[in-house]
């Protein structure tokens, strides 16, 4: 295998050195009646609890299901330098009070 491509679908498809193709598997979706509710595991991780309900499957790009963009990279909105010197500065702050 050369390269997984992720299509807008979900489908994943594995290229081979030797020219060919094929779909390997699809991502799985899944959506709850109350999102808000769900319990954090781990740093990304979360578990349904009785309060967001049970999990609704879904596809990619279908009902209230968004769209895969295969290949791009989600990165942070905030310097962690800075907000690293903002929290010193913070409790310095708040030690001085």
Not at 15 to 23: A, H
Not at 33 to 40: F, I, M, Q, S, T
Not at 73 to 78: A, I, K, R
Request: glycine share 14%; net charge negative; proline share 3%.
């Amino acid at each position: 295998m050369t390269k997984l491509d992720i299509s807008e679908n979900g489908f994943l498809t594995a290229n081979y050195s030797n020219g060919k193709n094929s779909t390997i598997g699809k991502i799985a979706l899944a959506d709850f009646a109350n999102v808000e509710a769900l319990k954090p595991n781990g740093s990304s991780g979360w578990i349904a609890t009785s309060e967001s309900g049970e999990p609704i499957p879904g596809e990619a790009g279908t009902g209230r299901f968004g769209g895969i963009e295969g290949g791009a990279l989600e990165s942070s909105n905030v310097e962690l330098t800075q907000e690293l010197v903002n929290l010193i500065t913070a409790q310095r702050n708040f030690q001085a009070n």
